[in-house]
């Protein structure tokens, strides 16, 4: 089974600073795909980032990227210059590859909150 | 939005009403989720059917019954919950297989 964990339980950033959340994983799948999901206070899930297991490039998206480190099995999030609306709860979560239907393993969440 | 819709939006219950939480995507996805949102608990995943058949059901108390009459709506049958079973429950979709899933706002069950 596979398993995801986010050690940091709660982050905080200043406006305009860059942090970085961390996960870590645990598989012995070679074929796989991770994701970031935001869920603010509205309670909707978010997709933030992707990144397919087999690309060794990592996945940016605007001021989002990631550091994907597959041999540590390792996926981190970077947010730059942060914004006040990046204010959310953020999971990271593990997809393996699969012929019928999609199973989404989710971290346990980092609340993050960027102060003016 | 993301083109998943969720009803209703709120819902409270006793433990021994009967009711549904309905799900609808108009993204033409293939595949439907129910996933449960509980305090202090990771994301669980509590049924997945994919092109309209049941794919996983990941033990979940036969107190909740999944049904998907096509690929654009999802529901979930409520019956003789438990206070326990309060949280947030949240629907996806996903194009196919190995794709990115897009979630409905939820819905927020309180049982009594």
């Known amino acids: 089974a596979q398993t995801v964990t986010q050690s940091q339980p709660e982050m905080s950033v200043q406006e305009a600073e860059t942090v970085t959340l961390s996960c870590t994983y645990d598989?012995?799948?070679?074929?796989?795909?991770l994701f970031w999901y935001k869920q603010p206070p509205s309670r909707q899930m978010i997709l933030v980032i992707r990144?397919?297991?087999?690309?060794?490039q990592n996945a940016t998206e605007n001021r989002f990227s990631v550091n994907f480190q597959k041999a540590a099995k390792s996926f981190s999030l970077k947010i730059s210059d942060s914004q006040l609306g990046d204010t959310a709860m953020y999971f990271c979560?593990?997809?393996?590859?699969?012929?019928?239907?999609?199973?989404?393993?989710f971290g346990g969440g980092t609340r993050l909150m960027v102060k003016p | 939005e993301t083109g998943v819709t969720q009803t209703p939006r709120h819902l409270v219950m006793g433990m021994t009403n009967k009711k549904s939480l309905k799900c609808e995507q108009h993204?033409?996805?293939?595949?439907m989720y129910w996933y449960k949102q509980s305090a202090k608990k990771p994301l669980e995943l509590m049924f997945v059917?994919?092109?309209?058949?049941?794919?996983e059901n990941n033990s979940v108390p036969s107190r909740f019954s999944p049904e998907c009459p096509n690929s654009s709506h999802l529901f979930l049958h409520l019956h003789t919950l438990q206070p326990e079973d309060s949280a947030l429950y949240l629907c996806?979709?996903?194009?196919?297989?190995?794709?990115?899933?897009?979630f409905g706002p939820g819905t927020r069950l309180l049982v009594l």
């Open positions: 996806a979709s996903s194009p196919g297989d190995q794709e990115t899933q897009y």
């Open positions: 598989t012995s799948e070679n074929n796989y795909y």
């Open positions: 990144q397919e297991a087999y690309k060794q």
């Open positions: 979560a593990f997809m393996k590859h699969r012929n019928a239907g999609n199973m989404l393993t």
């Open positions: 993204l033409g996805h293939n595949a």
């Open positions: 059917y994919s092109l309209e058949e049941r794919v």
